[in-house]
């Protein structure tokens, strides 16, 4: 069982460059999230899907999009990297948005803007 | 916002000692998850909390969900080289307020054969 699948691993992105971070789950999750780790500031949400069909803003979401693209496949977009991009990038999904749904996390994307 | 601080930051222990971390907001939160971090991988769901005063156990890992809905603590008890990590508190904030999850800066773990 693959549970949460992000790709790419690793990017390194010029300034300006755009690119799409693409995530699956296989554990027929109804709710999708996008989190970005930085040092000393824990996981913070950056867009959000509680079902298939919808999407909304986490807490820092300026700089980028999503597409819930079916049930599976949650992808999120940097339409112009900036420098304060570069980050750890993790998807997660949970059966639904509620307390008692526990996140469950891919192996994250490891993005680099220079 | 709802902000969560974890403490300590870091720790580093021998083998076969104990270990104490907790988080502490000024808000209340209907859950309390930790979560560990391996290095290279995304976090794993350690323990979850969902009522106040609850005390939950899981192999050598003991929380505790605050009687004041707004603290949590993690005990590992005879640490062994495996418990290294980071490891991160998270708190669902109420309906009312959003229900977001909101996550600790994490303490990193390192101990010493």
């Known amino acids: 069982n693959a549970g949460v699948t992000q790709t790419p691993k690793f990017q390194v992105l010029k300034t300006g460059q755009s690119m799409t971070l693409q995530c699956a789950q296989d554990m027929n999750h109804n709710s999708m999230y996008w989190y970005r780790q930085d040092p000393g500031m824990g996981l913070r949400l950056i867009y959000y899907s509680a079902s298939e069909g919808t999407t909304d803003k986490g807490e820092v979401p300026n700089g980028y999009n999503v597409s819930r693209l079916n049930k599976r496949e949650f992808s999120l977009r940097l339409e112009s990297a900036a420098p304060s991009q570069t980050s750890v990038y993790f998807c997660?999904?949970?059966?639904?948005?509620?307390?008692?749904?526990?996140?469950?996390f891919g192996n994250g994307t490891r993005l680099t803007v220079t | 916002g709802q902000q969560l601080n974890q403490s300590p930051q870091s720790m580093f222990i021998q083998e076969g000692e104990d270990v104490s971390m907790n988080c502490t907001s000024s808000s209340i939160f209907n859950t309390w998850l930790w979560y560990k971090q391996d290095p290279g991988e995304g976090p794993v769901l350690l323990i979850a909390l969902y009522k106040a005063g609850e005390l939950t156990s899981n192999g050598r890992l003991t929380a505790q969900f605050g009687i004041t809905r707004k603290d949590s603590f993690l005990n590992i008890s005879a640490s062994i080289p495996s418990d290294v990590g980071i490891y991160f508190c998270?708190?669902?904030?109420?309906?009312?307020?959003?229900?977001?999850?909101?996550f600790g800066q994490g303490t990193e773990l390192s101990v010493k054969p």
């Open positions: 998270a708190g669902q904030t109420p309906y009312n307020q959003g229900g977001k999850l909101i």
């Open positions: 997660a999904s949970s059966e639904e948005s509620s307390y008692n749904s526990p996140l469950h």
